[in-house]
Every structure is written in structure tokens, then in C-alpha cells.
T-cell receptor, first 115, second 109 residues
Framework: IAGITQAPTSQILAAGRRMTLRCTQD?????MYWYRQDLGLGLRLIHY???????GKGEVPDGYSVSRANTDDFPLTLASAVPSQTSVYFC??????????????FGPGTRLTVL | GQNIDQPTEMTATEGAIVQINCTYQ??????LFWYQQHAGEAPTFLSY??LDGLEEKGRFSSFLSRSKGYSYLLLKELQMKDSASYLC??????????WGAGTKLIIKP
């Protein structure tokens, strides 16, 4: 693995189903993020984690949950998918240092369609 | 509220120069990023400015004016491969990125 990987690449899901999007990084970054990107809108932060064992809510957290059991993995779960969650989902990570800010590295994205 | 404004779309000619503007309003400010995103791909880092002034990196330069809440990305000697969306993102007081919707740059021969 080099960088950040996401799985699946794309998925079509029936409304009401549960879905987990996977994200793994091998850069030993402490911070990880989940964004959704919709046409005409900027990237919107769903959830983030500044370090393993901690998570926080972003701008649009409703309907999503995350966990950060270790440094490398940051899965995003949709408990009961709805059509408005149709989007492209990007996972990102950064080596976030105290008092500073480092660039975020993005995974290739998961294209999710909820019918 | 927090807001990032940048033009939706711009067109330029191969070999020319183009400037993409970004204005921001955030609660606190800890710097501004520019990312490039080709269609169907992930965003990739271009630049980060936290102090006023111009940062030059090859064909790309980024400018910041903190007092005006303004930044621009300058692309010189445009190439066809520069056709992409350019995303502006400001870092707020909580060190979260506030993203603009992106500027789609179309390069014509």
C-alpha cells in the first residue's frame, strides 16, 4: 500500500441498507477525515479524527458514523442509507502538528449511489 | 457564517496565463490551501499560504492578502494537462478546512 486506499471504488445501494466505506493509510498520519463531494458544492467534512481513539463531527455528520481503532484505518458507516447520501466520498489524512497545519492527502474516492 | 467564493468556470488558451481568484470569510484564519482536481480523481495539493505575499512554485504561484480576505492562484504557460478544477480552502480557528466549490478551468488549444 502506498498512501491512502479506499474501498469500494463504487457502489450502488438500496435505500435503508447499511454500508461501510473503508479507508486505510500507510503514512502513519495522526489525523484522518471523511468528506463528501457533490456537484456545485465544495468538499464537506463529515467526520474527522485527530488521533487514534478520538473522533469529531464535521459540517454534515447526520446519518454517518466513524471509528478510529488504530492509526491506519478510518471506516465510515451509513447506518440506513438514503438517496440524499448519493455522492462521491473522499477519505484524507494529514500529519497534523501542534500549532501548524499540514496538507491533506486524499484517497481515490468512493462513488456511492443510493436508490 | 463561513464562506469561500471562487468563480465556477474559466476558459484560457494554451500557453497563456490565468488567475483564479478566491475570497474567504472564516471564523479565525490559519492559512489558505489550493488544490488541483482532475475530473474523476482525488484533489492534490498545490500550495499553502499563511503569510501575506506571493509564493512561487514553478509555473504555479499563489498570493494571499489576509487583510482583504483574498487569494489567487496564477498559472503560467498553460498546458492542456492544466485543465482541471482548482479548489480553494481556508483553515479556520479550529484548524478545519472550509472548501470553496472549485473553479473548473478549461484550456483551449
Amino acid at each position: 500500500i502506498a498512501g491512502i486506499t479506499q474501498a469500494p471504488t463504487s457502489q450502488i445501494l438500496a435505500a435503508g441498507r447499511r454500508m461501510t466505506l473503508r479507508c486505510t493509510q500507510d503514512m502513519r498520519h495522526n489525523a484522518m477525515y471523511w468528506y463528501r463531494q457533490d456537484l456545485g458544492l465544495g468538499l464537506r467534512l463529515i467526520h474527522y479524527s485527530n488521533t487514534a481513539g478520538t473522533t469529531g463531527k464535521g459540517e454534515v455528520p447526520d446519518g454517518y458514523s466513524v471509528s478510529r481503532a488504530n492509526t491506519d484505518d478510518f471506516p465510515l458507516t451509513l447506518a440506513s442509507a438514503v438517496p440524499s447520501q448519493t455522492s462521491v466520498y473522499f477519505c484524507a489524512s494529514s500529519d497534523r502538528t501542534s500549532g501548524g497545519f499540514d496538507e491533506q492527502f486524499f484517497g481515490p474516492g468512493t462513488r456511492l449511489t443510493v436508490l | 457564517g463561513q464562506n469561500i467564493d471562487q468563480p465556477t468556470e474559466m476558459t484560457a488558451t494554451e500557453g497563456a496565463i490565468v488567475q483564479i481568484n478566491c475570497t474567504y470569510q472564516t471564523s479565525g484564519f490559519n492559512g489558505l490551501f489550493w488544490y488541483q482536481q482532475h475530473a474523476g480523481e482525488a484533489p492534490t495539493f498545490l500550495s499553502y499560504n499563511v503569510l501575506d505575499g506571493l509564493e512561487e512554485k514553478g509555473r504555479f504561484s499563489s498570493f494571499l492578502s489576509r487583510s482583504k480576505g483574498y487569494s489567487y492562484l496564477l498559472l503560467k504557460e498553460l498546458q492542456m494537462k492544466d485543465s482541471a478544477s482548482y479548489l480553494c480552502a481556508a483553515v479556520d480557528s479550529n484548524y478545519q478546512l472550509i472548501w470553496g466549490a472549485g473553479t473548473k478551468l478549461i484550456i483551449k488549444p
